[in-house]
């Protein structure tokens, strides 16, 4: 069984940035596809980045140039560096885990943008 916990969330200002981070439990991490999505309100929750168990990141095109998703496969973490923060980056951000058929989430951390 895989747990994902996300932390790093909270308030900042238009065009600050904050850091999001999730840890992993388990041995399956290093060959496991990641991702963040986010759920902002009145929205369905959307992909916003993701990465490879290769390392090869993606990103939906309204965080491009302004997030970036990493790994470390040492410490079972995945983490979201957001830069240039807008008001429409409000939302709750979770952690994603696909191994094979199996999907795991995390318990959601909430982002908010706003002065």
């Known amino acids: 069984q895989v747990q994902l916990v996300e932390s790093g969330g909270g308030l900042v200002q238009p065009g600050g940035s904050l850091r999001l981070s999730c840890a992993a439990s388990?041995?399956?991490?290093?060959?496991?596809?990641l991702a963040w999505f986010r759920r902002a309100p009145g929205k369905q929750r959307e992909v916003i980045a993701s990465?490879?168990?290769?390392?090869?990141?993606s990103y939906v095109e309204s965080v491009k140039g302004r997030f970036t998703i990493s790994r470390d496969n040492n410490k079972n973490t995945v983490d979201l560096q957001m830069n240039t923060l807008k008001s429409d980056d409000t939302a709750v951000y979770y952690c994603?885990?696909?191994?094979?058929?199996?999907?795991?989430w995390g318990q959601g951390t909430q982002v908010t943008v706003s002065s």
């Open positions: 990465i490879s168990s290769e390392g090869r990141a």
């Open positions: 388990g041995s399956i991490f290093r060959l496991a596809a």
């Open positions: 994603n885990l696909v191994d094979g058929t199996a999907n795991y």
